[in-house]
Structures are given as C-alpha cells and as structure tokens.
C-alpha cells in the first residue's frame, strides 16, 4: 500500500517569500506530525494533528509558522516571510491513533532551502 | 523533560564485526523507546519499539534493543554487519502517560558506515 508521501521534494526559496509543504498520510491514520531535520541533527517534533484539529503545536518555532489539516488528511506546513534559518528537511510522519505505542510512519521529507 | 543521547555521532565497523549504537535517555516517567534507521535520499524506518513487556526487543534486519532501566540505556545491537547496513540510525523517546500524543524526542542520530 502507498505510504507517507510529501510534495514537493524539494524547494528552494528566497529570503522573504512564502511555502506550503503538502503532506499525504497513510489512508485511515487518525494522527499526523510534522517534525524539521536540519543538517547533523535528528528530527525536531513541530505539530501534531489528531484528525483535524492541532492537539499539540508547542514545536513551532514563531508565528510565522502555521499547519492546517482542514479534512482529517492530508496536511500544509505554510511558512511565511521566509528565513535562511528555516533551512532543512521537512519530515511529516502518520500514525494510526495517535497513542504513545504507535509505530509513526514518515515521508520522505521535502529539503526546502531558503535563500 | 526528556531527552535523547546517541554517544558516536559516526561509527565505523567491518562487515561481519558486531554492530552497537549507543543511546541513553533521560525522562520523568517510564519511557517507550524507538529506533529508526534512515538510509540516504529515503524516510525514516522503524527498526524496533520497546513499549511493555519483554526488555530485550527483536526488530527487523537482524536488530535487538535491550531496555536497561537502571542505566537509562536502550543500545542497539547486531551481531554481524552487513554492507547494507550502512545507514544513519536515531534512536528516540515518548512519555508514556497522557495516552495519545506520541511525539518522539530524537536523538542526534549515528552514522554507521561498514567496511568490506
């Protein structure tokens, strides 16, 4: 069956603009999270969703950071005004419930550089 | 407030040699412990969970974990590596109270690189 899949795979951006990520979770995956890799380091939890409300957001790193999930499914990372901070690879993971025991299943990633 | 420590940020073995990644954590409550492995250009993989139960954990490709609650451990083993192993591995946390919201604290992940 498809799995986690993330579009697009890459973006490059200048410094300013603003980005959606996509996110597709595995069909029927009630939990989705969306986590940030920079270079050398692990993934970095941002956004949990359970269905279509955020219940934890507590991983942003500002306001100028914003993830919706508008029917239970797929999801958008929007970044606004860009910064050559916000450089790395965006991780979205789905799992099927959302407990603690869940196996998470992650995407790809998309590398989204900013210029 | 929980975290991750991956002694090694890059560790070298023969093919064949015994394979072990270190990674210790630290939490407030009892933890469920994961590794992940991720090979290049691919997402993360899990490779085995410990939850309940049984401390030494079995995954996939020949992997085990031993929970080692005295010594906040969960070590990742493997008794001969493989050319396909190289990889970079994360090993990660979840608090176990609370029932849902299982996001995982990652470790700074190790490199594993295989020798012929």
């Known amino acids: 069956g498809a799995g986690v899949s993330q579009t697009p795979s890459n973006k490059v951006t200048e410094k300013g603009k603003y980005v959606e990520l996509r996110c597709d979770p595995i069909s029927g995956h009630t939990a989705l999270y969306w986590y940030r890799q920079s270079l050398g380091q692990g993934p970095e939890f941002l956004i949990y969703f359970q269905g279509t409300g955020a219940a934890d957001d507590s991983g942003l790193p500002n306001d100028r950071f914003f993830a919706v999930r508008p029917e239970g499914s797929v999801s958008t990372l929007k970044i606004q005004r860009t910064e050559r901070g916000d450089s790395a690879v965006y991780l979205c993971a789905s799992s099927s419930t959302g407990q603690n025991t869940d196996t998470q299943y992650f995407g790809p990633g998309t590398r989204l550089t900013v210029l | 407030a929980q975290s991750v420590t991956q002694l090694g940020s890059h560790v070298s073995v023969s093919e064949g040699a015994l394979v072990l990644l270190r990674c210790n954590y630290s939490?407030?409550?009892?933890?469920?412990l994961f590794w992940y492995v991720q090979y290049p250009n691919q997402g993360l993989q899990l490779l085995l969970k410990y939850t309940t139960g049984a401390t030494l954990v079995k995954g996939i490709n020949g992997f085990e974990a031993e929970f080692k609650k005295s010594e906040t451990s969960f070590h990742l083993t493997k008794p001969s590596a493989h050319m396909s192993d190289a990889a970079e591995y994360f090993c990660a946390v979840s608090e176990s109270y609370g029932g849902s919201q299982g996001n995982l604290i990652f470790g700074k992940g190790t490199k594993l690189s295989v020798k012929p």
């Open positions: 939490s407030s409550v009892p933890p469920y």
